[in-house]
Structure formats: structure tokens, C-alpha cells
């Protein structure tokens, strides 16, 4: 790959084509601890009169490089910095898919930065896009990558520090500039998604802001064809995982129940043969039910095995997509049994229980608990294991630890509540 640096002022035309920023919901921080704070922020411009949240749309979602050429054209970009994920770049095939458009445009590439992004990562990648005079941002990789060029873009021309915007509640006061995320994975659809995470001094800052919503994504199933087969299938559970969430979350809509239900039912038929054969079939499934669920949690969040699997990640090393599964059949019998008293979703324990049965539908099951050992019985055709005590993990004291460090938040979107003694049960029962 040629890289060549653009010094060109950053160009006023492209200001012009950032999708309209319709919401503005607050910056959230979560320290390991599981505490939530608000950071930020001030919204850049009104919320429409129906107080929708941004969204990623068909017209936005290219399906080619080819795709990609003319939307570039069209937006007359004149340079562009391209956050990569150096091996993915290279073993997805995206290097060779790329070659013509990186060969009509200066490009700068910036690979330096870990996979869970630092704010380090960040602020050089602020600085090389600063020298570089991009006006567009391309991002190449898996969620890492996605993840630190939508924090670059965001805030490469804000004026405040990225430390002031993250955790002292500095008002946004630019605009971000254009991007375009390129998935080699298919699991978090982050392309889809307003969510960013940083770390900053080892603590976790979750960024949720429209900003972070790329103005386009590239979905080229073909990128995915040479994953291995334990990230294919760690990021297809995130995708059936955030999914299902979506479905049974109290912010759920009509549209993202929609999205939920395609992309859980996609990913839950062709997970297995993707893992197993790799398929160009089941890759094109995946890639589609990676987006449909990011599009689905963009308007919903995730729920409770989200909230507990981060600390199963950061502190026990487990794989994000197994980490979120392992706790999800658990969740079904738990959110199944929702009752008037504990129903944590305003549209009553009724809805609960309805969109319970349509995850059951899509899982052919008649009962929660039988829904419950569907879905383990599905992740251990993975590969991967179903019980704590196989990673390691087990004691009365460990399950304390990770129920007090769960993330609050997450927890707040669960259809039921969890109480503290109720999530030892939940991973007692999975020990
Ligand atoms: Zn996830």
C-alpha cells in the first residue's frame, strides 16, 4: 500500500455531508466498578420533532468497493485517512479490494493502536489525522478499529481535549468529520452503531453519541471468508447475542423488534456452518445479521448479559461475543418469568412475555427452559463452553465479584429487574 500524506485544508464541502444529527443522548462512562456517569454533552443540533434517533439506512450501506468509488467521487473527497487493523487489512483480501480507490486518492494510514483502543491510541491518531489534512475517514478492522476512527472523527476538530470531552463534560462544539466503516468481522455492528469504547487509565469509558454514527459502511461479506473459526464464531454470538437483547430490551421499537428478529434468526441458522464450513452462504447470513443487530441495539442498547459479560472480559479474559452467550439462555428463563411487580419495561409484563414467545419462535422452542439448553446446546456446537468452571472461573466469592461489578446501565434496559442476589443465582446455575 501506497500511503501518501495530503497537507490540503480540510475540505468545507464535506462538512456539508455528515448525516443530520438529529439526538443528542448524554456521554456515559462505566469504570470496571460498574458505575455510570453522564459525561457530556450539548447537542450539535435539534432533535427532530419526532425525536428519532440517528440511524444507519439502506442507501447508506454500500455493498462494494465499486459502490464505495462513486460515493467517494460524488462527495469530491480530496484525501483520506484510513484507520486499519494491519492484519485484517491484509488477510480480509481488503487490501487488493482497495488497491484502485487508495490508488486515485492520497491516503495516510494509521495502524498504531492496541486492540481495546487507549486514549493514547487516540490522541496520535488525532495528531497523524491533523498533519495529514484528510477530509475523510475510512475505517478497516474489526471493532477495534471501527470503534477509535468513530472517536477520531468525532473529535478531531473539537477544541477541547479529548480527555476534557470524555470525562469533564467539555460541550461538543464541531462537527464531525465523514466516515465510512469497512467491517472485516462480522459481529459487534459497530458500522451501525453510535458506541464507541476508550480506555483511559485501565477504566472503560463507553461513548454513546451521534456523532459516532458512520455516515456510511461498506458490507462485503467476502471479508470475511478467511476468519478464523473462534473469532467467526465469538463475533457471531455477539451478533445472535445483541440481537436477542434488542428483541427483549424495555427501549425496544417496531423497527428494531423487526431488525432483532432477522438478524438473531440469521445468525442462530447459519453460525454453525459458518464456523464449520465458512460458507460463502452463511458468511453473507452473518455479515447480514452483524448489521441488522447493530442497527437493532443503536435503538435499544443491550440488556443484562451484556452488563455482566464485560467484567467476564476484562478481568477473566473471555472472549466479548462467548462472555455476553454464556449468561443469555440463563437471561431467557429470567426475563420469562417476569412478573407486575418486577417488570422493568413500562409497557407491562404482557409485552415481556410476547416478545419472549417470538425468541422462542425463532429458536423452536416451547418453554424458556427449553430455550435455555437450545441455545447452550448451540454454543457448545461452536465450540465453545457453556459453564464458568470450564474457564476457570467458580466460588461463591468470584460470582459475588462479578455481580457487583456488573454494569448498572445495561441492566436499566433489561425487561426484569436483577437483583443483586438473583444474578449470583444466574451465574451460580452456569458454574
Ligand atoms: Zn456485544
Known sequence: MILRRSRSPLSASLKAIRMPIQTSPPLTSQSLNGTTR??????????????????????????????????????????????????????SGAEEKLAEIFSEFPVTCFDQFEPNPKSHDVLSGIQLFRESGADLVIAIGGGSAIDIAKVIAATAEETASLEDLILRRAPFTAQ?????????????????????????????????????????????????????????????????CQAVESLWSARSTESSMRQATEAATLAFRHLQQAVQQGTPEAREALSRASHLAGRA?????????HAVSYTLTSEHGIPHGHAV???????????????????????????????????????????????????????????????????????????????????????????????????????????
Open 297 to 305: 441495539i443503536q435503538q435499544t442498547r443491550t440488556t443484562a448479559s
Open 325 to 431: 452467550a454464556l449468561t443469555l439462555g440463563a437471561m431467557l428463563e429470567h426475563n420469562a418469568a417476569v412478573t407486575e411487580a418486577d417488570c422493568n419495561d413500562p409497557r407491562g409484563p404482557e409485552h415481556v412475555r410476547a416478545s419472549i414467545r417470538r425468541i422462542l419462535t425463532l429458536l423452536n422452542c416451547e418453554t424458556a427452559k427449553q430455550g435455555r439448553e437450545r441455545i447452550e446446546t448451540w454454543i457448545r456446537s461452536l465450540g465453545c463452553q457453556t459453564r464458568l468452571h470450564e474457564l476457570g472461573i467458580s466460588g461463591r466469592g468470584t460470582m459475588e465479584q462479578i455481580a457487583t461489578k456488573t454494569n448498572a446501565e445495561r441492566l436499566g434496559n433489561n425487561p426484569r429487574l436483577v437483583t443483586h442476589s438473583q444474578l449470583i443465582t444466574i451465574l451460580e446455575s452456569i458454574q
Open 38 to 91: 453522564v459525561l457530556s454533552s450539548a447537542p450539535v443540533s435539534q432533535p427532530t420533532s419526532t425525536g428519532t434517533p440517528a440511524a444507519m439506512t439502506d442507501d447508506r450501506c454500500l455493498r462494494s468497493m465499486d459502490e464505495l468509488l462513486t460515493v467517494l467521487r460524488s462527495q469530491r473527497v480530496k484525501s483520506l485517512f484510513a484507520v486499519v487493523d494491519a492484519g485484517a487489512y491484509r488477510h
Open 176 to 240: 464531525a468529520v465523514p466516515l465510512i466503516a469497512i467491517p472485516t468481522t462480522s459481529g459487534t455492528g459497530s458500522e451501525a452503531t453510535q458506541f464507541a469504547v476508550v480506555y483511559i487509565d485501565g477504566a472503560k469509558h463507553s461513548l454513546d453519541d451521534p456523532r459516532l454514527l458512520p455516515d456510511w459502511c461498506v458490507l462485503d461479506s467476502q471479508l470475511t471468508h478467511k476468519l478464523p473459526r473462534s473469532i467467526t464464531a465469538n463475533t457471531g454470538l455477539d451478533a445472535f
